[in-house]
């Protein structure tokens, strides 16, 4: 009987070391601001806070050919000899900037369902510039009366950075998008309790018992 006694009070002890330790850590996880209320104007505060975080800076390097022949004779259009013929070949490097208007972010916060719905609207291009100092002539050849001048590299890049955005839009864009989502993920996380973790998806049962799903749920869409 007393030994029965005894494992019953061995066993009260540990239930409530236990219950202690669970209490004292969760206490020491909880945030220290409770009183943190989560609206739509929260987010968007975060948000504005790292819209230049969330920018795609895209540098490249580019091969470009210039070619240009002068009609000599307007009274003859099709005639046309080599020699009156100007090209150059030449490398140089350019950078993209790609972000958002944060104007155009449309947040939406859900109190109940415990769920932040961030709407992205398209990229858009916000500069574009050539590096001049990096650009290296490789060949040039002025025509016979037609020679080579600083309008022509004017308006060569003028449409060399026409052209590059052209052909490269599209991927730019997803780059761009997917930038943008991981930021804000990341920055929210450190703001906001999310139920699903953004660097810890797996949790372990113990975590799971610990730090349950009670946070908000972040979802990203594009417009």
Partial sequence: MKLALKIVSLLIIVC???????????????????????????????????????????????????QDAKKLLKYMPEWRINQSVKQFMLVY????????????????VEPLSRTIFIYLPEPKILSHSINFESIDVLWEKSGWLNNIKFEDFKQFF?????????????ELKRRAREHAMRIILLYLSSAVKLAEPVEDT??????????????????????
Avoid: C
Avoid at 24 to 41: C, M, N, Q, R, Y
Avoid at 46 to 56: D, H, P, R
Avoid at 158 to 170: L, P, S, V
């Fill in 16 to 66: 409530a070391t236990v219950v202690t330790t669970v209490f004292v850590i969760k206490k020491l996880d909880a945030p220290e601001d409770k009183g943190t209320k989560i609206t739509s104007a929260f987010v968007e505060q975060q948000i504005n806070e790292i819209s230049e975080l969330a920018t795609l800076h895209h540098h490249y390097r580019k091969n470009a050919n210039y």
């Fill in 93 to 108: 490097q350019g950078d993209v900037k790609l972000g958002y208007d944060l104007k155009d972010i449309k947040i939406n």
């Fill in 158 to 170: 003028i449409a060399e950075q026409k052209r590059y955005e052209e052909e490269n839009i599209d």
């Fill in 202 to 223: 797996k949790k372990s049962f113990i975590r799971s018992w610990l730090h349950p799903d009670d946070g908000y749920h972040i979802k990203l869409e594009s417009m």
